[in-house]
């Protein structure tokens, strides 16, 4: 205690010495400054502040002045409280009519100052003068070259060769007695980096690697392993350890790795590494910071329902970087301690530590950012500590997200150099010991009643092993056989559906009994006993089979993904989406039926009660699709049962094992026999018939454009012995397009592009197969595209760095080996990758200039294969996006507020994503459906959907009594 209360007055001490050499304050937050002044602005107005960093995010990437300006006016008109330092400059601005050969270099040059705040030279050479000044103090360096995403192999070759250039510049040109260093992104070195392709990832990482290492070590030049997002953080931590195991880099003299302390398992992670280095007698470089993503982590956590992995709470933070920082300084032995902080009350403290553990000044040192804050700076290195300045280096353009990220931090209410030069807090306020007050760091996700299923978190390594396991075992369980299952019982038939694994024809992975028109009269009739039964069952007794369900899905969460994997070719992430996605429906529509199954009073008349109520339809038929197998089966089957209804579920021949596993988990709760009956057959025969069938009153349909309309055709038709009119509920293909404007982000525009298109080799219903390019960006971005695709690794599903599979069956890949010939007369292919030999693999395709109307642009193309049409404007593009029988998925690159507008009212789509991928709607946030020849217009996963299995009834009763009528309520 004594020790503490010690250590603290220390801490108090050096602060306050450090505090008095402080002088001056860093330009951001010099209010005499033009730059200061806007600041001290986007500080009080978070919306002001909002627009400012969106409009500093997209500025480098507007190519003509013209632009610069239409975008700026979108961003700050009827701006009305900007005070004048601002404002006064957009009104010069329009006091020049906002000319833009004026207005635009202008604009650019301001944004520009603000970005040589933070980057030190657009190159090496060019920085060379900025680190001369430095070192005039004995300031050492740590160089960061910017260069945000790497999309494709060819972008992380350019990178790391960038980084030799670097080497080479600084090996001529650093002054004697420099330590330089080099800070490194890993995931730069291989595009395709996933935690879910663990040792993959590693071993192609270290391949782009292991050059740089050698180089760095002959020249002398330390590097730094940066920490990136969470969800890499174990990958780089191995490959950090894992490549200075190699012989060759045993000796390498000096490497270290950036450590978070706002993570709150980072203490795990420095005992790990400190073990590490101990047990082989080598010594690292830790740099300890805070955290640059805590918006994003927090923000991408929560939307996936993952636990969010940084300390809420700030003070939080700086507790656990004290704790951090003593934990270091105890092990000085194995660890070389750089304290990397703008906070004086944080290097206040490290400095007392290393004096009550004898640590001399030379085993540590501090770091800063370059131009965050030079007066704590020039103090520190004064007072004769090793200093070092993480200096960025690049364009403008790659670097706009550090300085995106640099700006949110200065101006963010927490931040040290806030309060200290911004809101100039007393020094007592500056030193204080943080207070760990702990906030709950949960999911976070505020809807209590409904949420998502959280998809598998791959970086973990239970759930790869989790995975690995599943594949295992189906595999050790194929080429069984498998009944039918009507009213209770299973019924096996002579004939059987053969179902094959797509990436190993001769693979059987088993074999389904096929119905013929016996079975499916069989299951009517058992229909037909209990649906009387069924129907008087109450919505919760009926939403209870649904929620249980749900559990038992969970349970098998892993072997039925593994089942996907295997029988429909899906990669596991898009497996495990499936099966997550199934249990969404159940637990969704169970709630929603317990919302609708209260009947509603309508009015509020004396003498009459008016009640409207639902009922269910009667007998259903449900026809799902092979390429969500369970989560389309198990969406159109707990809907029409949980409404009331009896089922009979009619699976796609491609997919009948993953359908005799919804069947199971369903008979696994209980419902009783013949409210699910399980048909699998040909389409052609039992489908057809069980749709023509007049004891039938609904068919839930999702497949093709094809199939959807024979069987509105089928179901319109009258047969003796019906007593309704059968409802058609078909949701079907798309031709989904994806704009992208001149204002894109190409980066996001081109990862999302390559999940949308290729995903699931395009059998995704929702998939981009159509992309238009308004405005002056074809070609970089048609390059960046065939580079990302040309990286992709296309394999069989079942290993884990595959990103392309097998298309579903022979026919399929016949069918679009067929299209790709046609493309290749409406357009110029630019990419067509061969795939490997055995099973139905066709590699992922892109075709330029498709001519609007033609086959290649309006037919849907199940497989990878990609048009790029070019539009002059917005309205052109729009008009050809529009240009379709088909009205599913859509999407918008943009960041001009006026266009994201305009296309959210002219884009006629039934799901429309902004700045995202156009796949992965989920349940309850995007419902999904579209229109047009898309569907009948409903949408799955939404409030209205469950309406469609069942017909309203409204009651009126008269209440009025002998002119006596029961008091109405206010
Ligand atoms: P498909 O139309 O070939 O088959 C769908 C189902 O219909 C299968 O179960 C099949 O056996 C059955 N069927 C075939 N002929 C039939 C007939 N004459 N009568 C009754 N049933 C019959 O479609 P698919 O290949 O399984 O799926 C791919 C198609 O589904 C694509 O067009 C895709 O866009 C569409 N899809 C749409 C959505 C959506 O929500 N809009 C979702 C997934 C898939």
């Not at 949110?408 to 030069?421: A, G, I, P, V, Y």
């Not at 009979?648 to 699910?676: D, H, M, N, Q």
């Not at 305009?902 to 429309?912: H, P």
Request: charged share 25%; net charge neutral.
């Amino acid at each position: 205690m004594d020790r503490d209360v010690d250590l603290e007055a220390k801490t108090r001490e050096t602060g306050r010495e450090i505090h008095a050499a402080m002088s001056g304050a860093p330009v951001m937050f010099d209010s005499t400054r033009w730059i200061g002044g806007i600041m001290d602005w986007a500080m009080k107005n978070e919306d002001f502040k909002l627009r400012l960093f969106r409009f500093i995010d997209v500025l480098p990437s507007l190519k003509t002045n013209e632009l610069v300006v239409r975008v700026l006016h979108e961003y700050f008109s009827g701006e009305t409280e900007i005070p004048r330092i601002v404002s006064g400059g957009i009104e010069m601005l329009s006091k020049t009519g906002f000319i833009p050969h004026l207005a635009g270099p202008l604009i650019r040059k301001s944004v520009g100052s603000i970005a040589r705040q933070f980057i030190a030279g657009k190159d090496a050479d060019d920085t060379l003068k900025a680190l001369d000044v430095l070192r005039r103090d004995g300031t050492d360096f740590s160089i960061d070259l910017l260069g945000e995403v790497v999309v494709s192999e060819k972008e992380a070759r350019t990178y790391a060769g960038r980084y030799h250039s670097l080497l080479d510049v600084l090996s001529a040109g650093f002054s004697p007695g420099a330590r330089p260093d080099v800070s490194i992104k890993v995931s730069s070195f291989y595009s395709q980096l996933d935690p879910i392709d663990w040792a993959g990832s590693i071993e192609k990482t270290k391949e782009g690697l292991r050059p740089l290492l050698r180089k760095a070590r002959d020249l002398g030049i330390s590097i730094t392993f940066d920490m990136e997002h969470y969800y890499y953080k174990g990958l780089i931590i191995e490959i950090f350890k894992g490549i200075l195991e190699e012989e060759e880099f045993r000796e390498f003299p000096s490497a270290g790795i950036a450590l978070q302390a706002y993570l709150n398992d980072t203490t795990n992670d420095v005992l790990d590494l400190i073990g590490w280095a101990r047990a082989r007698g080598r010594s690292i470089a830790i740099r300890l910071v805070k955290g640059a993503y805590w918006d994003y982590e927090v923000v991408v956590n929560r939307q996936k329902g993952w636990p969010v992995p940084v300390f809420l709470n700030k003070e939080e933070t700086d507790a656990s970087f004290e704790r951090l920082t003593r934990l270091l300084f105890e092990n000085t032995d194995v660890v070389r301690p750089a304290i990397a902080s703008h906070n004086l009350r944080s290097i206040s403290h490290a400095i007392t530590c290393a004096e009550a553990l004898n640590a001399p000044k030379g085993s540590f040192e501090f770091q800063m950012l370059y131009g965050m804050a030079e007066p704590l700076r020039k103090a520190v290195r004064e007072s004769g500590f090793n200093m070092r300045v993480y200096t960025p280096v690049g364009e403008l353009i790659p670097g706009m997200a550090y300085l995106v990220r640099r700006l949110l931090e200065n101006t963010s209410n927490e931040s040290f150099l806030r309060k200290s030069f911004g809101e100039k807090s007393s020094f007592e306020e500056l030193i204080r010991a943080p207070q760990a007050r702990r906030v709950s760091s949960g999911s976070g996700v505020v809807d209590e009643h409904f949420r998502n299923e959280p998809l598998f978190d791959f970086s973990m390594a239970r759930n790869r092993e989790a995975m690995d396991q599943a594949i295992r075992t189906v595999k050790e369980h194929t080429d069984r056989k498998y009944p039918l299952y009507i009213g209770g019982r299973e019924v096996t038939t002579e004939k059987y559906i053969v179902s094959r694994n797509p990436a190993r024809p001769g693979e059987i992975i088993g074999r389904v009994s096929s119905a013929s028109k016996k079975e499916a009269d069989a299951a009517i009739e058992e229909a037909l006993n209990v649906r009387e039964v069924w129907r008087k069952t109450t919505p919760e007794k009926r939403a209870g089979y649904l929620v249980r369900a749900a559990e038992e899905l969970r349970r098998k969460r892993t072997k039925l993904a593994a089942l996907e994997v295997l029988e429909v070719g899906k990669t596991r992430r898009d497996a495990d989406a499936d099966v997550c996605e199934a249990i969404d429906y159940l637990e969704y529509y169970g709630r929603e039926m317990l919302r609708l199954g209260v009947p509603a009073t309508l009015g509020n008349y004396p003498g009459e009660e008016n009640e409207y109520r639902y009922e269910p339809k009667g007998i259903g038929v449900v026809i799902s699709p092979w390429n969500f197998p369970l989560a389309i089966a198990t969406g159109m089957t707990s809907a029409a049962i949980v409404t009331g209804n009896c089922v009979i579920f009619k699976p796609s021949g491609l997919s009948p094992l993953i359908g005799r596993e919804l069947c199971e988990i369903y008979r696994s709760t209980g419902l009783p026999a013949g409210v699910l009956q399980f048909l699998p057959g040909p389409g052609s025969e039992v489908g057809e018939y069980l749709v023509s069938h007049p004891s039938i009153d609904f068919i839930a349909f999702t497949g093709s454009r094809e199939v959807g309309l024979r069987i509105v055709e089928r179901a319109g038709m009258f047969v003796p012995g019906q007593r309704n009119v059968k409802k058609v509920i078909a949701e079907m293909g798309g031709k989904n397009a994806i704009i992208v404007d001149e204002t894109a982000d190409l980066d996001e525009a081109v990862k999302s592009i390559v999940e949308s298109a290729f995903g699931y080799q395009g059998q995704k219903c929702s998939a981009c197969s159509r992309v238009i390019v308004a405005g002056d960006t074809f070609k970089e971005l048609c390059d960046r595209l065939m580079e990302a695709a040309k990286s992709i690794r296309i394999g069989p599903p079942e290993e884990p760095g595959t990103f392309l599979g097998p298309v579903i069956d022979e026919a399929a890949m016949k069918k679009i080996r067929t299209d790709i010939e046609i493309g290749k007369k409406e357009g110029t292919i630019i990419l067509e990758r061969n795939a490997p030999g055995e099973g139905h693999f066709v590699g992922p395709v892109i075709v330029i200039d498709v001519k609007p109307g033609s086959r290649m642009a309006t037919e849907e193309i199940f497989g990878p294969v990609l048009s790029i049409m070019r539009a002059n404007d917005l309205d052109e593009a729009i008009s050809l996006a529009n240009d379709s029988l088909y009205a599913l998925t859509g999407g918008l690159f943009s960041r001009s507020p006026a266009n994201i507008q305009k296309v959210k009212e002219e884009f006629r789509v039934g799901n429309l994503y902004i700045n995202r991928k156009i796949t992965g709607a989920l349940v309850g946030r995007q419902p999904f459906g579209g229109f047009g020849m898309s569907g009948t217009g409903t949408k799955a996963g939404g409030t209205d959907y469950l309406l469609q299995f069942m017909n309203p009834v409204s009651i009126s009763e008269n209440t009025i009594r002998r002119g006596f009528a029961p008091l109405t309520k206010d």
